[in-house]
């Protein structure tokens, strides 16, 4: 069974940086595509970036040239590294992963199967 944790939420002012981080368990992370979604109160939840095994990535819009992800293949662990941040980004921020490869364009909570449970990040002015 896959399991996967988020941390590293917290507060943080408009332009500064944040990382947040998700430990895979019960499953081999290079063998897993993996992605990064938000929620924000009263909006869907959105995917925002997505690694595949092959090392494929894809950003949308609303956090390309931002938002790096990344992963520690040693650690089982993947990485959301967000920078030039915007009250906008204020949300929860979930990891998902999947045994299949792939994606939809732009990313859809349809293509993973586990999710976590979050790590809330707030932007302030």
């Known amino acids: 069974q896959v399991q996967l944790v988020e941390s590293g939420g917290g507060s943080v002012q408009s332009g500064g940086s944040l990382k947040i981080s998700c430990v895979v368990s019960g499953y081999s992370i290079r063998r897993l595509c993996m992605g990064w979604f938000r929620q924000s109160p009263g909006k869907e939840r959105e995917g925002i970036a997505a690694?595949?095994?092959?090392?494929?990535?894809r950003y949308e819009d609303s956090v390309k040239g931002r938002f790096t992800i990344s992963q520690d293949k040693s650690k089982n662990t993947m990485y959301l590294e967000m920078d030039s941040l915007e009250p906008e980004d204020t949300a929860m921020y979930y990891c998902?992963?999947?045994?299949?490869?792939?994606?939809?364009?732009?990313?859809?909570?349809?293509?993973?199967?586990?999710w976590g449970r979050g790590t809330q990040v707030n932007v302030s002015l």
């Open positions: 998902a992963a999947d045994q299949e490869g792939g994606w939809h364009s732009p990313i859809r909570r349809s293509d993973f199967e586990y």
């Open positions: 690694i595949d095994t092959d090392g494929s990535i």
